[in-house]
């Protein structure tokens, strides 16, 4: 197995500019997860999915923020329009029943 | 609310002593607790995790944890520490009824030579 799979790994954007990130959970797994971290706030948890379905965005910062998960088998973090206020390291996670998270290597998002 | 509070920044030891990170937590009915670690421009890594059981928990690098129900508490452990063991560690719980892993803020171990 891959691992949860994110892309890009890094992606520098100006100000204004609509960012999507990508991320493939484990096959088989029914729930995933979209966390940021910043050295200022840790690891946030912005929003999760369970069975394709958003269960809880209520650490979505802002309505520049969506999430979407269209199957099983890919999520997109979207931000539009981007501040530099987002850059931060986004991690999607993936796990099977609440047996624990397996993080992807995360994407790196610098807002110019 | 569900919380994980990691109280130390910065653990610091000698290569080859003991080493200790502390977690607590609060979380409502029996938590699910975990502790991972990130290494430098990598995601986070599974460590180890308790569900129930016995209270000392072996995990991966020769890590272990003990759970202490009374003392809320799930603190990371090693014997012998290695300078590669330097990283930073997160300690997590849990809800299992809201299926969400809430992190403490981490606690960066350095470990010298």
């Known amino acids: 197995d891959a691992g949860v799979i994110q892309s890009p790994r890094h992606e520098v954007t100006e100000m204004g500019q609509e960012v999507t990130l990508r991320c493939k959970p484990i096959?088989?797994?029914?729930?995933l997860f979209w966390y940021r971290q910043t050295m200022m706030r840790g690891l946030e948890l912005l929003i999760y999915f369970n069975n394709n379905v958003p269960i809880d965005d209520s650490g979505m910062p802002e309505d520049r923020f969506s999430a979407k998960m269209p199957n099983a088998s890919f999520s997109t973090l979207k931000i539009q329009p981007s501040e530099p206020r987002d850059s931060a390291v986004y991690f999607c996670a993936s796990s099977f029943g609440g047996s624990g998270y397996t993080f992807g290597s995360g994407t790196r998002l610098t807002v110019v | 609310a569900q919380s994980v509070a990691q109280p130390e920044d910065q653990v610091n030891v000698a290569e080859g002593n003991p080493l200790t990170v502390k977690c607590t937590y609060s979380?409502?009915?029996?938590?699910?607790l975990f502790w991972y670690v990130q290494y430098p421009n990598r995601g986070l890594q599974f460590l180890l995790k308790?569900?129930?059981?016995?209270?000392l928990v072996k995990g991966s690098y020769g890590f272990e944890a003990e759970f202490n129900k009374s003392q809320t508490s799930f603190h990371l452990k090693k014997p012998s520490a290695l300078v590669s063991d330097s990283a930073l560690y997160f300690c997590?719980?849990?809800?299992?009824?809201?299926?969400?892993?809430?992190f403490g803020t981490g606690t960066r171990l350095l470990v010298s030579p």
């Open positions: 997590a719980a849990l809800n299992t009824g809201f299926q969400k892993l809430v």
């Open positions: 308790y569900i129930t059981g016995d209270n």
């Open positions: 096959s088989g797994h029914d729930y």
């Open positions: 979380v409502s009915g029996n938590p699910y």
